[in-house]
């Protein structure tokens, strides 16, 4: 399948402001394209890239006094085969994790584990399996939290996401992450596209979406607390311990936003139209 994705976000600045923006789709999936992908600006500025530490691409730019518009726009190859199920069996001990997957294992900005670790064990301790400590996660935080954009806020952590009872998508992933490493499961912070694909369409307009990925016998897995169900035609923008590492712009200064718009849909060619 096919699958049509971009944006156009605009920021509005008084004076020139250095930004950073983590827009671009993920390396891993770039043998998918279909067609080019390039971040466009308006008025042009000069945009350049660097692989930060996660295996992300960064956009450095400078949004000239006035302000700028970001766009981009393309064509991405899916199998449009659901989230794959992790495997079953008995957790393994962190001695026999990697390296790299034990910073997923660790605290962070928005994922307090320190917090939540009563929490975690007593509802989810006598499951035996690390699927179904994840699993029952996810079923836990998808009913536990109450969706809307109305509650999103930038400060609103993994424990903040508990106490108060809503938020949007990245409070329930950052709420998941962190009751999957209390229970020694590495998981990591995803975000990206994910359209209305083989489920009913949502009338709220879209957005970028976040999920998590955990570690279960030596590969990761996609879940999803706020949809609770494997879904079609993810595309991976970026990855990190949270939201932290994966801001999708950061300004260096006063840039406020102020239009936005996302699109990933199904079609039937691979070009653009």
């Given amino acids: 399948m096919f699958i049509r994705a971009g944006y156009e976000i605009h920021f509005q600045a008084q004076m020139p402001t250095a930004m950073l923006a983590l827009l671009s789709v993920h390396p891993s999936r770039n043998k998918h394209l279909s067609t080019p992908q390039r971040i466009r600006s308006g008025p042009e500025v000069p945009i ?3 692989i930060d530490g996660y295996g992300n691409i960064c956009s450095r730019f400078t949004a000239p006094a006035g302000g ?8 991405i190859e ?5 989230d794959v199920r992790a495997p079953e069996g008995p957790q393994a001990s962190v001695e026999t994790y990697p390296n790299e997957a ?8 928005y994922c307090e584990t320190d917090l939540l670790m009563d929490v975690a064990w007593s509802k989810f301790g006598h499951l035996a399996s690390a699927r179904d400590r994840v699993e029952a996660i996810v079923a836990f935080v998808h009913d536990h939290l109450r969706f809307g954009y109305e509650h999103a806020r930038s400060n609103k952590t993994a424990w903040h996401g508990y106490q108060e009872r809503e938020g949007v998508c990245r409070d329930f ?8 490493r209390c229970l020694n499961i590495p998981a990591r912070y995803c975000t990206g596209y994910l359209g209305d694909i083989q489920v009913p369409a949502d009338e709220a307009p879209m957005d970028f979406s976040a999920w998590f990925d955990v570690f279960i016998q030596g590969a990761w897995y996609t879940y999803d607390a706020r949809h609770a169900v494997p879904r079609v035609g993810r595309i991976l923008m970026a990855r990190g311990r949270d939201a932290t590492d994966v801001a999708l712009t950061t300004s260096f200064g006063n840039a406020v936003l102020k239009s936005f ?9 691979p070009a653009l139209p």
């Fill in 48 to 50: 350049y890239d660097y």
């Fill in 68 to 75: 700028v518009t970001v766009s981009c726009d393309f064509v």
């Fill in 78 to 82: 899916d199998n449009g085969q659901p």
């Fill in 102 to 109: 034990l910073i997923y294992l660790l605290g962070s900005r």
């Fill in 173 to 180: 992933a950052h709420l998941a992450i962190a009751l999957c």
């Fill in 261 to 269: 718009f996302v699109r990933a849909e199904e079609v039937s060619s």
